[in-house]
């Protein structure tokens, strides 16, 4: 267990109570933990195959302010997964179409749309405007550079990945565990792990893996439960097998 990430936001609103009053009357979330969701400002980077359901249940859960940075445009291949668009979003940026969908999910939500590539001139900037950071993107560079701005921030964030009928998930935070770095110390070589788009990925096994991701969000935001810093999950469909890895720190924990 860490402790709270945010404090408590200063009151709920009645249509706030009545919104939310099934997490109100579990124990460990309560009035208290649900101001902090409410107070939180958490980053969810990509509005794809992880940020989709990532992006509606941190909105259905009272998140109070979500950043979603992303700057693609919603394809019809996209659909068969990325739930947050529909077919009337084709070609519209996934950025303002999640907005509009976390809206209507949740209108007591401020979303900050980011229709940009993440990247070295502003991934400090972005992300020293959050609490937290939701990482859901498909591709190695982006993850390291992920990891690299929240060690130098001191952010931690959810990480996230998914290919074909496999998912995994960890908690990176450097102040109080491993960083990515530490169980990929290294990209690997390009082409030799294929994308999804080259492999492909079973559609719902975006909402197992999103949905795992934004519990450790939540116990992260509140303080509740053990977070996955330190371990991995990896989560086989195929055989309905869950199971976690311990991840070690590396002791020098420098960064390239």
């Given amino acids: 267990m860490v402790a709270p990430l945010v404090e408590p936001a200063d009151e709920l609103t009645i249509d706030e109570v009545r919104r ?6 579990i124990p460990d979330v309560g009035m208290t933990g649900q101001k902090r969701l409410k107070n939180a400002k958490v980053l969810v980077i990509g509005a794809g195959g992880l940020g989709s359901p990532a992006l509606l249940y941190l909105a259905a859960a009272g998140v109070g302010t979500l950043g979603i940075i992303d700057d693609d445009v ?10 947050i668009h529909g077919q009337s979003d084709i070609d519209k940026p996934k950025a303002e179409s999640a ?3 976390v809206a209507e999910t949740n209108p007591y939500v401020k979303t900050i ?3 940009e590539r993440l990247d070295n001139d502003n991934v400090l900037e972005i992300f020293s405007q959050y609490d937290l950071i939701v990482d859901g993107t498909d591709n190695f560079a982006t993850r390291y550079l992920v990891n690299d701005a929240a060690v130098i921030l001191g952010k931690p964030y959810v990480w996230g990945s998914i290919y074909r009928f496999e998912g995994q998930v960890s908690v990176f935070w450097a102040q109080e565990g491993p960083q990515y770095r530490d169980l990929y110390p ?4 390009p082409g030799m792990v294929p994308s999804c788009a080259e492999g492909g990925v079973l559609g719902v096994l975006c909402a197992s893996i999103g949905s795992i991701m934004v519990t450790e ?4 935001i509140t303080g509740i439960g053990d977070p996955l810093i330190g371990r991995l999950m990896v989560y086989d469909a195929l055989e309905m097998r869950y199971s976690t ?6 002791p020098e924990g420098v960064l390239p």
């Fill in 20 to 25: 939310y009053s099934r997490h109100l009357i």
């Fill in 74 to 83: 919603v394809d019809e291949s996209n659909l068969q997964r990325q739930i």
């Fill in 245 to 250: 890895l311990k991840i070690r720190r590396d």
């Fill in 99 to 101: 907005a509009a969908s």
């Fill in 113 to 115: 749309v980011h229709n």
């Fill in 186 to 189: 290294e990209p690997p070589p």
């Fill in 217 to 220: 969000a939540i116990k992260l």
